[in-house]
């Protein structure tokens, strides 16, 4: 098994580490210490070594901080994570809703006027530090060590897997020919500040086991207008590339990596969005120029090659078959007979048996009943649910060698409610919207996010989460600068993977997600088209969505024409991958409506 049951969540341990931590800001003269989950890589995954947020408070999800004050600590989460908070941290820990409330605007409202509040410069951007100044004028923010790591006496070390090569094949571009391309697009800099590890590992080719689901090597690397590299990594990760680096990619440890970084001569550019702190106070400090700039890896990397695009063809198709063989499986198996575990177990069964899967993407979501309602649940032994007659949500992907998959069905068990019905059938009509979506070249993902609400908005109901984000090629499951979210401010461009993911939730009852990748294509044109360039989404993913949860009256006839569609290329593409029960099975699921 890829995935482990055993809690990681011990509410019981936060007050102790809250008040060990109080004592370290004392001792430092701090009135508060921001307590973010990230790394210095400023990675969504991270390390053990790196689970500060989690080991502090409990809270497990993927994204959010803590900002622990003298008599007070608030815990920022977003919308995906306000049920699971609730059960993981103490009552010493208040739940914030974040974006809403803005770290800045909280510190402003709870930090006395000429307070001062610690964080660690290697675990915030530049652009965060920024905002937080601009809403915390009041407050003296100070550059301090770890106060976590000081009382962390069990803290895992660093990770020091060994890298490996992605081959040419699978990514449809040689590193170097990435590396002279990029270079040319600098300008001005002499070089430019890489930190983020999908960026790293996609510019020269290689990935890393250093975080769990996501193939990423750690290190950071300056990208030179000369055409070279400088990559600073734990040596111990380079053994086993043998000559694939080569000559224009010069490596040092990572202990070298400021020291080099104070020795530049000409601009430095660096995306405030993902750089340290600590990377803009050393080249100020040497009186090095700061040239601002979006990640030069970033647009190039979403946009997939042919090659990357072929591999992520095949490997949806070899998830959907083992996902069709788990559908079949499941419907088979009497109500309350199964738990979550069994079916995460079962799942992932399947996907090892086509010999091809490397991990799973991220830790499967088998939420049963109200435990469908918390978007990014983990089932474990203590919240084992029994499958019992109802909705089941099960969320999922695999990394294969040749791509990243990533797909949710609900399945009824049993009968379903006139209400879970109807709720299912406007979720399934905003994913119709954005599959069939055409769109003039020059939109983003802000501009369509709406589409997959209408029907939800029509009967007074939302979700609080993105439609959808980028998916990478063998590499993170969830991939920026592209997102399908109100927030998604970078146009699409033909090659950019995305989810189509919308979902309703009701909270203590069932939660429903659909969901499919798809990838931007230039659309063929129109006859009556008077728009110069119009871009559409082709699907990548093939598995059947649960026809016994549509309400066919609240299709209109292209909704249900692409749903048809849709299921006739299940049968279609995955037919021949499977035999027997689940070819028998596979008929009778992508059967008309």
């Not at 700061?290 to 198709?317: F, H, M, N, W, Y």
């Not at 994913?431 to 908005?457: C, N, Q, T």
Request: aromatic fraction near 6%; charged fraction near 25%.
């Amino acid at each position: 098994m890829f995935q482990s049951f055993h809690e990681t969540s011990n509410p019981e341990q936060g007050p102790p580490r809250l008040a060990a931590l109080r004592e370290a800001m004392a001792a430092e003269g701090l009135d508060g210490f921001i307590v973010p989950r990230a790394d210095a890589h400023q990675g969504e995954y991270v390390a053990a070594r790196d689970e500060r947020l989690s080991w502090l408070t409990g809270f497990t999800g993927s994204a959010g901080f803590c900002v622990a004050l003298r008599e007070k600590a608030g815990v920022f989460i977003d919308g995906r994570y306000r049920v699971q908070v609730r059960a993981q941290v103490a009552e010493c820990f208040t739940p914030v809703s974040w974006p809403e409330t803005s770290l800045g605007d909280w510190i402003a409202e709870h930090v006395d006027e000429g307070g001062v509040v610690g964080f660690d410069p290697w675990l915030h951007t530049v652009g965060q530090l920024r905002d937080l100044e601009k809403a915390s004028a009041g407050v003296t923010l100070r550059r301090t060590e770890n106060l976590v790591d000081r009382i962390w006496d069990d803290q895992p070390e660093p990770p020091s897997a060994p890298a490996f090569v992605q081959p040419v094949e699978l990514t449809g571009e040689a590193h170097n020919a990435k590396i002279a391309r990029l270079a040319e697009s600098l300008g001005e800099a002499s070089c430019a500040v890489i930190t983020l590890p999908d960026s790293l590992c996609w510019l020269l080719n290689i990935r890393g086991d250093d975080v769990p689901r996501t193939p990423f090597m750690h290190g950071f690397a300056l990208l030179h207008a000369d055409g070279t590299v400088s990559l600073f990594a734990d040596p111990a990760k380079l053994t086993g590339l043998g000559d694939h680096l080569g000559e224009r990619v010069h490596t040092a440890p990572v202990d070298a990596f400021l020291q080099t970084l104070s020795k530049q001569k000409g601009p430095v550019q660096i995306d405030p969005a993902s750089c340290p702190v600590i990377v803009a106070d050393t080249l100020i400090a040497a009186g090095v120029e700061i040239v601002e700039a979006s990640d030069p890896c970033a647009l190039p990397k979403a946009c997939k090659t042919a090659a990357e695009l072929d591999g992520a063809r095949a490997a949806q198709l070899r998830d959907g078959a083992a996902i069709a063989r788990f559908l079949c499986w499941l419907d088979a198996q009497p109500a309350g007979s199964l738990t979550e575990i069994g079916v995460v177990k079962r799942l992932e069964a399947e996907r090892s048996a086509t010999n091809a899967l490397r991990d799973i993407s991220f830790d499967t979501i088998s939420g049963a009943g109200p435990n469908g309602a918390i978007v990014h649940y983990r089932v474990t032994d203590r919240t084992n649910r029994t499958v019992e007659p109802g909705l089941l949500l099960v969320d999922s992907g695999g990394q294969y060698v040749d791509g990243t998959t990533d797909i949710t069905r609900t399945v009824v068990i049993g009968e379903a409610g006139e209400e879970e019905r109807r709720a299912f059938t406007l979720v399934l009509k905003g994913m119709i919207a954005i599959s069939r979506l055409r769109w003039p070249k020059g939109l983003a993902g802000r501009d369509m996010d709406a589409l997959a609400r209408v029907a939800l908005w029509e009967h007074g109901m939302d979700y609080a989460h993105g439609t959808g984000h980028g998916v990478g090629s063998y590499l993170s499951v969830h991939e920026g600068p592209q997102r399908l979210a109100r927030v998604g401010t970078v146009p699409f461009e033909p090659g950019m993977i995305l989810s189509n993911e919308p979902g309703f939730y009701k909270e203590g009852a069932f939660g429903i997600r659909i969901e499919n990748l798809i990838v931007v294509q230039e659309a063929e044109p129109l006859p009556e088209q008077t728009v110069a360039e119009m871009l559409s989404f082709e699907t990548l993913t093939w598995a059947p969505i649960d026809t016994r949860l549509v309400d066919v009256a609240l299709l209109t006839e292209k909704e249900r024409d692409w749903l048809n569609s849709y299921h006739a290329q299940v049968r279609e593409k995955i037919g021949p991958l499977v035999d027997g029960e689940v070819s028998e099975w596979l008929s009778k699921a992508c059967a008309p409506i």
